[in-house]
């Protein structure tokens, strides 16, 4: 590995650390499934995990237009938490108490389902079961939070604020409140991804590399015909689990749009280093800015910081990689803020990866108009590593016909639709508007700098908070 603080993009760190990548034939020929899924990541693969279990002998193929692992979930920090983009008082206003709940409750069920799968296969992604913990750096972001508990309070989950002990112990220095989530996971998620593809294969579903779709026609009543630069394969369902990649192919393309984050990783960090920190290393922290920055330690102490403003990419190669370069230039100085102890510290890995979002900032899960069983999983507004789960066990109860999916906010055939043109230039002024009030709050709103951290010892967790009970 190299020092990538300022070098183009690397693989992210999970493949390097993987140090493989498993090969997947590509599609050829003519061919025909009961199910096609396009998208060989998280939502695709458990998605065909949870159909092929409740239907066995379907004829199932995963259509991936990379590698496995190569988008958005393997580009991820792992952190699998509950929790949606759209907050929970517009949640409530926008539907109602019951469906907010509803909605929150499925954040929660996701992460249990995931942990579900890799216990039972035996997954090799360094899970671990470690606290979520969001912190308030100004007094604004603080009360943002008071009135975010104060509604799940209304809905029935109570969580407690932090002591100002326990909030260092569990993000670090320079905070001013915070709370954690106790029903999280942090996972390794390629290898997550390559465990779940190898569980996928052993129920007999058919995954296909290097297999982009680039058209997709009705062909009868009811079967779609979807064409790659080799191949045509025909199949009675077809599931769009493709996310921010899915370019023409996006049957939504007035309400959802592409945005791009962007991770670094360092070297190993050594026992001493990981004490200066003042943060004892467990779960993952992420502040409460509009452009929030989230962190976690991996197994061997290297610390994944991701966040910075998002992107709205172009499609041109050269302003893109200046945007991008921009930005981890950026959050590069902005870790380094956070945790002087990693100013010298190389940063072995920097990338980027494509996810979906909405205005309102919730997904749309939900049937494709005008292409009768075809339908669509995505624009997880960056919380698909616990929605998309949950979405694929629906998915398989929705084949058998019983489902409750109608309470959920982002099962709808639209999100808010807007011109492309105009949803495209309205996204790129609001994300730098969301970015300039960052800056205000910051000036203004009289931020804690972080103090001089405290050599922290590892911890066990604490009953500072009230785990969250589930009902599935």
């Known amino acids: 590995m190299v020092d990538a603080t300022r070098c183009l993009d690397t693989a992210p760190i999970w493949v390097q650390l993987a140090g493989y990548v498993p090969n997947e034939p590509r599609l050829s020929g003519t061919s025909r499934a009961d199910l096609v899924i396009v998208g060989g990541g998280l939502s695709g693969l458990a998605t065909a995990y949870f159909v092929a279990k409740a239907w066995p002998g379907m004829k199932i193929a995963i259509l991936e237009a990379g590698r496995i692992g190569g988008g958005a979930t393997g580009g991820s920090t792992g952190i699998v938490g509950p929790g949606l983009k759209m907050s929970i008082r517009r949640l409530r206003k926008t539907y109602g108490d019951q469906i907010a709940r509803v909605a929150f409750e499925a954040s929660q069920q996701g992460v249990n389902l995931l942990r579900e799968i890799i216990y039972a296969e035996q997954i090799d992604c360094d899970a671990r079961d470690e606290p979520h913990t969001l912190a308030a750096i100004t007094p604004r972001q603080r009360d943002r939070m008071a009135a975010h508990l104060a509604d799940l309070d209304s809905l029935g989950y109570t969580i407690d604020w932090l002591s100002e002990d326990e909030l260092v112990r569990r993000a670090g220095p320079g905070y001013a409140a915070g709370f954690s989530y106790d029903n999280v996971l942090l996972v390794d998620p390629y290898r997550l991804v390559i465990g779940l593809a190898k569980a996928v294969r052993e129920l007999g579903v058919d995954i296909h590399e290097h297999s982009r779709v680039l058209e997709m026609r009705t062909t009868g009543s009811t079967a779609t015909t979807l064409s790659t ?6 199949a009675d369902r077809v599931l769009l689990a493709m996310d921010g990649y899915s370019g023409k192919l996006e049957p939504f393309r007035r309400s959802v749009i592409p945005i791009r984050a962007h991770v670094l990783a360092t070297a190993p960090l050594t026992d001493q280093q990981s004490a200066e920190l003042g943060w004892n290393g467990r779960g993952g922290i992420i502040d409460q800015r509009n452009y929030f920055n989230y962190y976690r330690m991996t197994a061997d102490q290297r610390l994944v910081f991701g966040g910075g403003p998002v992107v709205v990419p172009t499609g041109d190669p050269v302003p893109d990689s200046r945007s991008a370069d921009a930005v981890q230039v950026r959050l590069r100085r902005e870790m380094a803020a956070r945790f002087p102890v990693l100013r010298d510290i190389p940063v072995v890995a920097r990338w980027k990866s494509l996810a979906g979002s909405t205005e309102d900032r919730l997904p749309i899960v939900a ?17 698909g590593l616990s929605l998309s789960v949950h979405s694929a066990w629906r998915f398989s109860e929705l084949l058998w016909g019983q489902t409750d999916s109608h309470l959920l906010p982002w099962t709808k055939s639209r999100g808010i639709a807007l011109p492309r043109p105009a949803l495209e230039l309205g996204s790129r002024l609001y994300v730098r508007l969301l970015d300039l009030a960052d800056k205000y709050d910051v000036r203004t709103g009289a931020a804690r700098t972080p103090a001089e951290p405290r050599v922290i010892q590892p911890a066990e967790s604490s009953t500072a908070t009230r785990r969250m009970e589930v009902v599935r």
């Open 367 to 383: 049937g494709v108009p005008g292409m009768p069983g075809v339908h669509y999983a995505g624009a997880w507004c960056g919380h």
């Open 229 to 234: 630069t080799s191949a045509d394969i025909t």
